[in-house]
């Protein structure tokens, strides 16, 4: 017998939509898959290499973000091993749902835009089919998701939890959103499980710029030039689409990233770069640098705590002077870089959070901002 609505039994199962799995699977298996998964059948090209480079770069990514799913802490709660399962899955997730354990509250959890990868309302469809069932949604949108990803408006009223980014939700969507929905604005936080990689106590004195190539503008061509001349060999660019999941930990070699903010600017230089660059660096070890071109966003705070080291957007000599602080920076003050970013800024963190709230037996479900 399921508990009365409002009341969760005391083990929490996640069973995570990922578009690069099919048939549900145990987490820890299809991770233990994923480096050996021919990917070529999942692009429109199987010939081109650079595309399936880019593909593997992608499903690793997100590979990632399930592991830190399948790891979650939090207090009170029981988590079990967690699920995987793609757009192949879906049919006999719905079935699972109709004979969930009374001993479970299983979760749908959603993250990025894959929802709208779904056809039609299918993903609001499966949402309500495991909520009719004593289940739980979860939407991680990372970004923008209620602004730009098709069939969000039909999914709100099926949400249990939505963590969305810093700008306001679509008008359609937040109307939509049910009283209980726990609503975290929080976007792009790191996908590592806490403490993955240890913390390097003497890297060398080197800057590493962490961009993209659909990132290098002029305005940050003209920056990475700056750097080159003013550090010489001390200063490295990456400007692949990410860094490979398997080369994360080479980077704390490096004592300082700078990296791209991290969101969605009206200034052309910041107007296509990706979002979760402080963060990762952050839990890697590293001093994130960030340029300011925008005030009153979440990074501020992280700033004025002493987390990130920012300079005014455009400033070519406050850019070299921010590096020069990061790399000035006491191993103590490092490490309490290291422990802050490894404690709150990671997807487990925020999810875990996110989920005690909508479990809180004590209190009625309530929108949290």
Request: aromatic share 8%.
């Amino acid at each position: 017998m399921r508990p009365p609505p409002g009341q969760f039994p005391p083990a929490v199962r996640l069973w995570i939509f990922c578009p690069w799995a099919g048939a549900p699977t145990r987490a820890s298996a299809f991770l233990a898959a994923l480096p050996q998964a021919d990917l070529r059948a999942r692009i429109s090209d199987s010939a081109d290499e650079n595309l399936l480079r880019l593909a593997r770069l992608d499903c690793d990514w997100h590979g990632e973000s399930v592991r830190c799913l399948d790891a979650l802490v939090q207090p009170g709660i029981e988590f079990r091993s967690a699920q995987v399962l793609g757009a192949a899955g879906l049919a006999e997730f719905a079935r699972a749902c109709v004979q969930c354990p009374a001993d479970e509250t299983w979760w749908l959890v959603f993250t990025g835009q894959h929802p709208g990868t779904l056809p039609g309302d299918l993903a609001a469809q499966v949402s309500a089919h495991i909520r009719r069932h004593g289940g739980r949604v979860l939407f991680y949108a990372f970004d923008e998701a209620s602004r730009t990803m098709p069939g969000c408006a039909a999914l709100a009223p099926h949400l249990d939890v939505l963590i969305h980014d810093e700008s306001p939700l679509a008008p359609a969507v937040a109307a939509r959103l049910p009283a209980g929905c726990v609503t975290v604005h929080r976007s792009w936080v790191a996908n590592f499980v806490p403490f993955a990689v240890p913390f390097h106590d003497n890297p060398g004195p080197s800057i590493v710029f962490l961009g993209s190539q659909a990132g290098l503008t002029a305005h940050r061509s003209r920056q990475l030039a700056f750097l080159q001349d003013r550090f010489k060999d001390c200063f490295t660019a990456h400007h692949d689409h990410t860094v490979a999941v398997s080369s994360r930990d080479q980077l704390t070699r490096h004592r300082v990233a700078l990296c791209p903010e991290g969101r969605k600017f009206t200034t052309p230089a910041m107007a296509r770069t990706h979002t979760d660059r402080p963060f990762w660096s952050g839990c890697l070890g590293l001093v994130p640098v960030a340029e300011d071109s925008r005030t009153g966003d979440r990074l501020t705070g992280l700033a004025n705590a002493g987390l990130i080291i920012r300079y005014p957007h455009g400033d070519l000599m406050a850019l070299g002077e921010a590096c020069e602080r990061a790399l000035a920076l006491s191993e103590a003050e490092r490490q309490r870089i290291y422990r802050h970013f490894n404690t709150h800024e990671t997807i487990g963190a925020v999810v875990a959070g996110a989920l005690a709230a909508a479990m809180a037996p004590s209190v009625p479900l309530a929108r949290a901002g």
